[in-house]
């Protein structure tokens, strides 16, 4: 059975910033997020601290390296502090953030930071640290995952018009489930799906799940142009939607970054917000 309510109390989102180069979309999106449902927000930078932590000489040396090109640990830090402060002052109805800086194993530190939230919200990664700290909440944080675009935009909306790539699987259908908040007062919902050659058409199965849901939504068959799924996903999406609802990994990050994969894919290339949820 699909447990479809919401956790009670308030609504809580994490924007977490382990770079800068994707910080302020990342707020932008945590914000717009937020919209209408009274939540409580925190930015947390994370990104890993030698300092804090035991390495490899090797390790070490990369680190050393990567200090030379992006800044030592306390000066990423900086920069992204000015980004959060830069965007509160340039918007008079930004809501109270509040600010921690989580140095040392980010991992760990994602994990913590998911058991005070609701959503995670974090830009699509340009460096390592975020690269990892996405890693960690797509596969560790058992939350929904909110992946901003790198490309920052003031007007921003999350959750207005929502596209849902469909599967009948069980990643999916938690990520639908934990998405509910959204989906409830969407103006439009998308849901898109592309069976694989010789399967039994997705519509039935999406029919029948949305409407034990009770929502209202509209099924269409994704026309087949790339050579991927999660690209054509992503142009049919775009037309139709502010964001993408899917379900994450089904094979892993591994096999995808071998083989290829929808996830790889739409995290690779999305130049828009994307809902995500790994099957716990």
Known sequence: MI????????FRICALLPEVETALSTLQCAVAAGQGFGAQY??????????????SAEESDLQQLRDIFEGGPDTRTARIKVVLDTFL???????NIHWRDD???IDANVVLESTKADLLVIGRPTHMDAADALHSAL???HRLVLVAPRQARADRTVGTRVAIGW????????AIVAALRWLRRAERITVLWAAKAGAA???VSARAFFASLGLDVEI??????EKSVGLDLLAEAAGVGDCLLTGAYRHGALWESIFGGVTHDLLKHADMPLLMMRSR
């Open 139 to 141: 596969f560790h944080a």
């Open 3 to 10: 447990e479809t309510s919401e956790a009670p109390g308030a």
């Open 220 to 225: 269409r068959r994704l026309e087949r142009k």
């Open 89 to 95: 002052a340039s918007r008079p109805d930004a809501p």
């Open 103 to 105: 140095e040392g194993d």
């Open 42 to 55: 925190c930015a947390v930078h994370v990104g890993f601290d030698p300092r804090h932590t035991q390495v």
């Open 167 to 174: 599967k009948p699987a069980k990643s999916a259908e938690q």
């Open 201 to 203: 058409p997705y519509d």
